[in-house]
């Protein structure tokens, strides 16, 4: 999809904002210019108390595919996504990040794989980590094809959330849960894949620029995201009660593994070994096999530390 013309289907990026005035702007100009220009930009501010709102009026003047919204109150994340989902009028939607950016090929190559593999309900892409200055300081090994990704789904989130483009009927049939909070992505993924059967795949190429910081929501309210994945583990995967302990010590909380819990993590090396997944499944194996070597806690960086 070298050119894009009237004929290419409408995408709709959906970007949710609250408290972002230092990094708003790049990241709504990094879909501003994607090379793929036939989007509808849905920006909601979900009650912002800094100058994110006043900068996003200044980008909306400028292009007329921006539409800005702003919540009456302070919504969170799950119910504003939500509402700016059912928004959309695109035959896709792409998830975008306020603090982030979009490389600029990454809508066109996500569209054209899904318009190429219509087999698949969705599609992420590989990132370059930045830190709080922009700077470069570790990139991403997901899981690319449905099949890996259905087996990786068992141990950590494989897909960089505000980097994914989903089908927009599979969106709109399947919103993010609030019983999962501050888990909702990794759920929404395991339920569309692991109990619904939709394939969702990530490219290999790195089309986004994902923003690592110290006190990320993942990092402050911890406590709670575990407490959500390990419900998603038991809800979605069918574990003993054995296995879900052991699930969650190893995978969640990274404390120190018992006797039989590193037997058990040989038992699931060896199931990745059969499956021949080498790459794709970087993190997974750098954790396991510390528990193993070493039999020490490791920091895992949260659910979708890839």
Partial sequence: ???????????????????TE??????????????????????????ST??????????????????????????????????MILQANGKYIARMD???????????????????HRDYGFCGTNAFYINENGKKF?????????????????????????????????????????????????????????????????LKERLFEYRFFEKQTSSVFRKEQVDSVHKIFVSYFNLSDKESDFHKNIFLTYSNSSQNETSYIKEIITKMKKQKFTKGIFVPYQILALHILHNTSVDGGGTSSC
Avoid at 102 to 108: C, F
Avoid at 184 to 193: M, S
Wanted: aromatic share 10%; hydrophobic share 40%.
């Fill in 1 to 19: 999809m070298a050119e894009n013309t009237k004929n290419s289907p409408l995408v709709s990026v959906i970007i949710p904002c609250y408290n």
């Fill in 22 to 47: 230092k990094y708003v702007e790049s990241a709504v100009r990094s879909i501003m210019s994607q090379t793929y220009k036939n989007l509808e930009i849905i920006i909601t501010d979900d009650c």
């Fill in 50 to 83: 800094d100058g994110t709102f006043a900068i996003l009026q200044k980008l909306a003047a400028e292009d007329s595919r921006i539409k800005l919204y702003k919540n009456e109150i302070n919504l969170k994340i799950v119910k504003t996504l939500n509402n």
């Fill in 98 to 116: 306020a603090d982030d950016i979009s490389l600029p090929k990454r809508i066109e190559n996500q569209v054209d794989f899904l318009e190429k």
């Fill in 138 to 202: 570790r990139v991403s090994h997901l899981p690319i094809t449905a099949e890996e990704n259905l087996f990786c789904l068992g141990f950590y989130s494989s897909f960089i959330h505000p980097a994914v483009l989903i089908r927009s009927e599979t969106y709109k049939e399947n919103l993010y849960d609030e019983n999962f909070l501050y888990a909702e992505d990794y759920e929404l993924w395991v339920r569309l894949i692991v109990s619904k059967g939709i394939k969702g795949g990530n």
